[in-house]
């Protein structure tokens, strides 16, 4: 099945009926006097008066000053937002204003990688090889604490690909994406918390989103997210995560780009710039663990076979800057 046929099926699963977890997520969103609003056709409820509610990705950064004084919005007032329309009309970049995360890299059979992206995505980006055999996979967890969307969490498995028009030349390609700070990849999975951020991903970004419950669980030294199955409630995968001690405060950008296809099986590219404020990073393997349960997400992981993991990178404090996709040129 191609990321089109993927992303049309999750919509449509999702729109067919009420899981007993979907229901749980839903009651969550209602707690908080939730309205509902159209997006391309989705009834989707939003928080009431709540950023999106009030300003539908484009609120005036006077209102985040006030609303979030603590926020330095020094690096947003540099992005200019121009109207859009991305399967309905939004703006671009999309502001994310505090946001945190956890990334763990690990090698995975290079074959299992190939045949899970499309024909079409194939022809201009695969997987990079870093050594026979291997290729490579991030899994990430985010909290997107206050941002256009108003707030949500989100996990993405995806695959680290050369950069379309560029020569694929694995350990090299990686190395020099990690020097540039210009990361590209292939998205497989990418489960969020929140019926806006699944409509909005599904619809505008051609990402495959789906609704489920993630549990979060932020202590003084470790944080965790529990990813249920959206169909039984079951935990489908839990990231355990150790704290760093030692972060740097130096301020980095670093961009993450993404290859797919739209809703026309056209190819297209998107991208998102991060600021990290706080970050750090290890190769120690004890800093994250993965537990495996019964769903998509610990279905994909078995499958992958994964090894060595290479880097463990622990984000506290970003801001980010998504930007809607575009078709790939000579595409």
């Known amino acids: 099945m191609n990321s089109k046929s993927v992303i049309f099926a999750a919509g449509f699963i999702l729109g067919m009926g009420t899981t007993p977890l ?22 989707v409820p939003v928080v009431q008066g709540g950023l999106y509610d009030r300003y539908r990705s484009n609120p005036p950064l006077s209102v985040i000053a006030s609303e979030a004084p603590d926020v330095d919005l020094s690096w947003f007032k540099q992005l200019k937002k121009e109207k859009v329309d991305i399967g309905f009309e939004s703006y671009s970049p999309n502001f994310y204003y505090k946001t945190s995360r956890v990334s763990a890299i690990y090698t995975a059979d290079i074959d299992r990688l190939r045949a899970l992206m499309p024909a079409d995505v194939m022809k201009v980006v695969q997987p990079l090889q870093i050594w026979p055999g291997r290729g490579v996979v ?22 680290v690909t050369n ?17 540039s700070k210009d990361f590209w ?18 619809v505008g970004y051609n990402l495959p989103k789906w609704l489920t419950q993630i549990a979060v669980n932020d202590s003084r030294d470790a944080l965790s997210y529990e990813i249920k199955n959206a169909q039984t409630g079951e935990m489908d995968l839990r990231i355990d995560t ?12 670093v961009t993450n780009s993404f290859t797919n296809t739209d809703h026309q099986g056209r190819l297209t590219q998107g991208y998102a710039v991060a600021r990290q404020l706080q970050h750090g990073s290890s190769t120690d393997a004890s800093m994250v663990s993965l537990q495996l349960g019964k769903g998509a997400l610990s279905d994909l992981i078995r499958s992958l076979d994964l090894g060595k993991m290479l880097k ?20």
């Open 138 to 159: 991030a899994v990430t967890a985010y909290t997107y604490h206050y941002c256009d969307n108003d707030s949500y969490n989100e996990v993405a498995i995806s695959i």
């Open 312 to 331: 463990y990178e622990y984000v506290p404090d970003f801001q980010s800057a998504l930007y809607a996709p575009a078709r790939l040129p000579g595409f």
């Open 242 to 253: 150790r704290k760093l001690d030692k972060v740097s405060a130096e301020v980095e950008l």
């Open 22 to 43: 979907m229901a749980q997520v839903q009651a969550a969103t209602n707690a908080k006097e939730s309205v509902l609003i159209d997006i391309a056709g989705n009834k």
């Open 185 to 202: 990849g292939y998205v497989l999975k990418l489960p969020v918390d929140t019926e806006l951020a699944r409509v909005r991903g599904v």
């Open 163 to 179: 950069k379309p028009g560029s020569w694929n030349m694995g350990p090299i390609s990686l190395m020099g994406q990690s020097l």
